[in-house]
């Protein structure tokens, strides 16, 4: 199997990125294509000492910052990690294709650049997050900003998918986002939505509140673009301010460092819990061809757990399932 990789994407780029994919060449005996500027890549290698074996470079002069516009790989920068990756894998050069780079640029490229699975009226961004009693996934995540009923039901349906065959949740639970848990609870298109999930063969719980979703009450979070990014970074921001205050709580005072030395293990568990780098990355789902996101400050380990991923989605037959499932 061949990965292609953004060597540009993200903070960290590109020495994690190098690095992430090494350790997967070696862990899952892989092949992988990194592209990004060729010199730069090798050079980052040389002086970290770290082996390119099984990792072929792909030159592109170009990178796509997070200050540029959506529709930047597409127009004005052809030449990119980014748009060349997307290239390399419309042109089956490659079993799928992870970026950390601008997350509008890489929805567009995947959306526009690669096909759909026939059918499915628009990709969504499906992140995966933790909740008190394991993960849930998000979908969409910011993709799709306006939507019409039958997308967030194929939405439901590629989330199910996923979730069943790549994560191995039996039977996943299917929540719709609202406002209450009424079933005449939201807006024309929620309603909308809720009777085409109701009348539907999908695991449809029905509507959840957002309190609700950090406790685990399903395993697929439906809803538009715009509610999902609102739940996504506010869910993120909560949990850095959690964090961060748990740490000043023992570290501020000598009462509480001896309380952190007795429960040192179950913080680090918490913390390991609700770290994003164990779910490597986000895929774009509904295109013909495997795309996934990972986090814009990924190190090694969460480039590598992306890359499981994309292996795992691979072998599962995730895009004929929901071809199927359609």
Do not use: W
């Amino acid at each position: 199997m061949k990965i292609i990789v953004d060597a540009f994407g993200g903070d960290n780029a590109p020495l994690e990125i190098i690095k992430g994919c090494a350790d997967s060449v070696s862990e899952f005996g892989i092949n992988i294509i990194l592209t990004g500027k060729e010199e730069t890549i090798r050079n980052t290698a040389k002086e970290n000492n770290i082996s390119l074996d099984g990792i072929e470079i792909v030159n592109c002069e170009e990178i796509i910052s997070m200050e540029d516009s959506a529709d930047a790989v597409l127009k004005t920068k052809k030449d990119s990690s980014m748009a060349v990756g997307l290239k390399l894998l419309n042109e089956d050069k490659g079993q799928a294709f992870i970026s950390a780079g601008n997350s509008g640029a890489l929805c567009m490229g995947a959306t526009l650049g690669i096909r759909r699975i026939k059918g499915i009226k628009r990709p969504a961004f499906a992140p995966v997050l933790p909740d008190e009693k394991g993960f849930f996934m998000l979908m969409d995540g910011g993709a799709n900003i306006n939507c019409r009923p039958e997308m967030l039901y194929q939405f439901a349906l590629m989330g199910s998918v996923y979730m069943e065959k790549v994560m191995g949740v039996n039977k996943p639970r299917i929540g719709l986002a609202n406002v209450g848990t009424e079933e005449h609870k939201g807006n024309e298109l929620y309603r909308n939505t809720y009777e085409l999930l109701k009348n539907s063969n999908l695991n449809f719980i029905g509507n959840v509140e957002g309190r609700d979703i950090p406790k685990g009450v399903c395993d697929v979070v439906v809803c538009d673009g715009f509610t999902g990014n609102l739940i996504l970074k506010t869910y993120e921001g909560v949990a850095i301010t959690l964090m961060k205050q748990i740490k000043h709580m023992f570290a501020d005072s000598t009462k509480g460092k001896l309380a952190a030395a007795l429960v040192m293990k179950d913080l680090k568990h918490m913390k390991k819990h609700f770290d994003y780098n164990a779910y490597g990355g986000a895929p774009i789902l509904g295109t013909s061809k495997p795309v996934f996101k990972a986090h814009g400050d990924s190190k090694a380990v969460t480039i590598k757990n992306a890359i499981k991923l994309s292996i795992d989605y691979v072998n599962a037959k995730a895009i004929e399932e929901i071809s199927s499932a359609l």
